[in-house]
C-alpha cells in the first residue's frame, strides 16, 4: 500500500537536475548535457518531451530511470529520492522502454521476455502468468506468446518490449522514441497502446521527434533546448507558440499549421491538434452552416 506521503507526492519530481556525461561516460565531463532540469509530473499525466537531437532528451530520460545519475540536484519517484533507491527499485517504479527496444530483447519467447525480470525477482510461476498474461493482452501479444522475439516485426517487437516493462508493474512507463523506426500504421498502433494505458490510468512520458504523434497524443509538452527545459504546458497552450518553438528549432505539425490558416477564413474555436480534430470541427461547421 502506499504510504501517506507517497500517494501524495508527484508521480516525477525533478529538482535543479545537471548532469555531464564524465570520463566514465566517454565524455569530458566539462559541458553538462543537463543544466538545471526542474519539472513536476502528476499521477496520470501523458507527456510528451520533444527537442532537436542533442538537447539532452534521453539524457534526461536515463536519469529518470537511473541509468545515469544526477550530477547535481535531485530527483523524486513518489516522493523517494532516487540517490536512495537502487535502479531495479527505480524501475519497479518507473519502467523504460529504450530507444531501440531490440536491444531489451534476449529471450527465446515474448512469454519469457516479459517473465523475466519477475522470474528474477524471485515470484513463483502461478504468480507470474497472470501478470505476463495481462501484460501480453495490453500490447495485443497473447498469440504471440511462443514466438522468438527477435524474429517478429519491427511493431511486435517493440510491443514485446512494451509488454515485458508492463509486466513488472511499473505505473509511471518512460518510452524513449517509442514510434523511431516504425512505419506510420505501427507508430500509431504504438502510439494507441500508450494512450489505453494512460487511460488505464498509467502515468506516460515519452520523447519524439514526430510532431504530429506529440501534438495527438499527448496531453502535456515539454521542450528543452540545448540543454535546458525551455518551455513546459499544454499540448494545445505549446503548440501555439510558434514563435518560441522555432526559437527551440521546432516546427508545429502540418495540421496546427494549416488549422491556425483557417482560422483566419473559419470560426474554428481552437488551434486543431490532428486531422481528424481539425475534420470534426470542419464538419460541425458544416452542420451549423447548412443549418442554418
Ligand atoms: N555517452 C555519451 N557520452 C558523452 N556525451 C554524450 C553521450 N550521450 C549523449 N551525449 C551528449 O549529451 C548531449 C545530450 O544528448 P542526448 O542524447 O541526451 O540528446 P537527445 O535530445 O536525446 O538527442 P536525440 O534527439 O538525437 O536523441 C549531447 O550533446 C550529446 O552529444
Ligand atoms: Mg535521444
Known amino acids: ?9 508527484p508521480a516525477v519530481k525533478i529538482d535543479r537536475l545537471t548532469f555531464s556525461y564524465g570520463a566514465r561516460c566517454g565524455g569530458t565531463g566539462s559541458s553538462p548535457a543537463l543544466e538545471d532540469i526542474s519539472l513536476s509530473i502528476a499521477d496520470n499525466e501523458f507527456t510528451a518531451i520533444i527537442g532537436q537531437n ?17 550530477e547535481k540536484g535531485d530527483i523524486f519517484i513518489r516522493g523517494k529520492n532516487t540517490r536512495d533507491m537502487p535502479v531495479s527499485a527505480i524501475s519497479a517504479e518507473a519502467g523504460f522502454v529504450m530507444q531501440n527496444p531490440d536491444r531489451q530483447l534476449f529471450a527465446d519467447t515474448v512469454y519469457d521476455e516479459a ?26 501479444l497473447a498469440e504471440e506468446r511462443e514466438s522468438f522475439p527477435i524474429a517478429l516485426g519491427r511493431g511486435e517487437r517493440a510491443k514485446a518490449v512494451i509488454a515485458s516493462v508492463l509486466a513488472m508493474g511499473s505505473k509511471i512507463l518512460i518510452f524513449d522514441e517509442p514510434a523511431s523506426g ?22 506516460i512520458i515519452f520523447v519524439t521527434h514526430i510532431m504530429s504523434l506529440a501534438a495527438e497524443y499527448a496531453r502535456r509538452v515539454i521542450v528543452m533546448k540545448e540543454k535546458r527545459l525551455v518551455m513546459d504546458g499544454t499540448t494545445a497552450d505549446i503548440f501555439s507558440r510558434a514563435g518560441e518553438l522555432e526559437k527551440a528549432g521546432i ?28 475534420g470534426d470541427m470542419l464538419l460541425a461547421l458544416k452542420g451549423r452552416t447548412y443549418g442554418k
Open 115 to 140: 517473465a523475466f525480470a519477475l522470474r528474477n525477482r524471485g515470484l513463483s510461476e502461478a504468480e507470474i502468468k497472470p501478470r505476463v498474461e495481462a501484460a501480453l493482452n495490453a500490447v495485443g
Open 251 to 278: 516546427l508545429p505539425p502540418q495540421i496546427i499549421r494549416l488549422g491556425r490558416e483557417l482560422r483566419g477564413e473559419l470560426p474554428l474555436q481552437k488551434d486543431p491538434l490532428s486531422a481528424a480534430e481539425l
Open 54 to 70: 542533442g538537447a539532452g532528451k534521453t539524457t534526461l530520460l536515463k536519469n529518470l530511470t537511473g541509468l545515469l545519475r544526477p
Open 182 to 203: 516504425q512505419d506510420y500504421r505501427n507508430s500509431r498502433r504504438i502510439m494507441d497502446i500508450l494512450r489505453e494505458l494512460h487511460g488505464g490510468g498509467y502515468t
Open 1 to 9: 500500500m502506499l504510504t501517506k506521503q507517497a500517494a501524495e507526492a
